[in-house]
Nanobody, 127 residues
């Protein structure tokens, strides 16, 4: 079965940078959409970035646009999230997700469009 696993979370200071990685095992889609979400305590999961494998087109949520970058290594089926200039408001649990296959739907990442999820990695920003 498809499994996603995030790595790279941890503590980071305000203004610093962090790079999250997510590897997918047994994921056989040839064209697909992978994304990153985050969840604050007591809040619903927020879609922050997604990438389409065919043309590497990317979509970002407004809260991270210009600071975070999503990228994909197609051969490894790994997706990355480069987080720059982080703020206290970026403290959250970050999840990667993948769809069954095909293009990325919608103008921003939405949970129901993704079928597979990682267990999450915690990012804690401190001043």
């Amino acid at each position: 079965r498809v499994q996603l696993r995030e790595t790279g979370g941890g503590p980071v200071q305000v203004g610093g940078a962090l790079r999250l990685s997510c590897g997918a095992s047994d994921y056989r889609a040839r064209e697909f959409c992978m994304g990153w979400f985050r969840q604050f305590p007591g809040k619903e999961r927020e879609g922050i970035a997604m990438i389409y494998s065919r043309d590497r087109s990317k979509t970002y949520g407004d809260s991270v646009k210009g600071r975070f970058t999503i990228d994909l290594d197609y051969a490894k089926k790994e997706v990355y999230l480069q987080m720059n200039d982080v703020s206290l408001e970026d403290t959250a649990t970050y999840y990667c997700a993948a769809n069954y296959g095909g293009y990325c739907r919608g103008q921003y990442p939405q949970g129901p469009d993704f079928a597979f999820w990682g267990e999450g990695t915690q990012v804690t920003v401190s001043s």
